[in-house]
């Protein structure tokens, strides 16, 4: 079967660092995305790793181990817009969304 | 960037009606649609994957005869419930992949239908 699994849930202060850990179980594995979604809104794709190794997007970056079946999404110099829940999603013959982990960024 | 369109946006209807939403990619073709449904505060469910021009492939537990998908063409895909019920209501995403630049197989997610069955 297929599943991933992220915490539920993190709280972190302005301007600080923070990292979102995913850890997945599929089979037809082409790589892992990120996603951001705002309350009320749709999902907006962040970042994807095919390879293993760190992806880097601005204040955003995504790192991927294939071997470990292992990604997280670092977040730097937090702002409270950041506010959001983060879906780590396995790319294959389909995508497969985990269940989100909730950022809370607090001044 | 790449840009999928919704309609409506949100919809609120009586029980045993049937709903119609759009999902529409404006400046690239897309061969693939996916159909999710998200409940509050939890994951994106996909629902069903659409192929221009064939029948929608339904995810187990997705009853194709009450949520019906028509891609008819590079550009539309729409997802009609039928006979909705209150369980029904929920917040329908499409997303499209096709050959919009943006690297490997990048879905584009449209803004979403709230649909609310009294």
């Known amino acids: 079967g297929q599943s991933l699994e992220q915490p539920s849930e993190v709280t972190a202060v302005e301007g600080a660092i923070v990292q979102i850990n995913c850890t997945y179980q599929?089979?037809?594995?082409?790589?892992l995305s990120w996603y951001q979604q705002h309350d009320g809104g749709a999902p907006t794709f962040l970042s994807y790793?095919?390879?293993?190794g760190l992806e880097e997007t601005g204040r955003f970056s995504s790192f991927l181990s294939r071997s470990d079946s292992y990604g997280y999404l670092l977040l730097q110099e937090l702002q409270m817009k950041d506010s959001a829940s983060y879906f780590c999603?396995?790319?294959?013959?389909?995508?497969?969304f985990g269940a989100g982990t909730r950022l809370f960024v607090k001044a | 960037g790449a840009v999928v369109s919704q309609h409506p946006s949100w919809v609120i209807c009586k029980s045993g009606t049937s709903v119609k939403i759009e999902c529409r990619s404006l400046?690239?073709?897309?061969?693939?649609m996916f159909w999710y449904r998200q409940f509050p505060k939890q994951s994106l469910m996909l629902m069903a994957t659409?192929?221009?021009?064939?029948?929608?492939?339904?995810e187990q537990g997705v009853e194709k005869d009450k949520f019906l998908i028509n891609h008819a063409s590079l550009t539309l895909s729409t997802l009609t419930v039928t006979s909705a019920h209150p369980e029904d209501s929920s917040f329908y995403i499409c997303?499209?992949?096709?050959?919009?630049?943006?690297?490997?197989?990048?879905?584009?997610f449209g803004p979403g239908t709230r649909l609310t069955v009294l």
């Open positions: 997303s499209a992949v096709g050959e919009a630049s943006g690297g490997p197989a990048t879905q584009y």
């Open positions: 599929t089979s037809g594995f082409y790589g």
């Open positions: 790793n095919a390879l293993d």
């Open positions: 999603a396995v790319e294959g013959f389909k995508t497969i």
């Open positions: 400046d690239f073709q897309a061969t693939t």
């Open positions: 659409s192929n221009e021009g064939s029948k929608a492939t339904y």
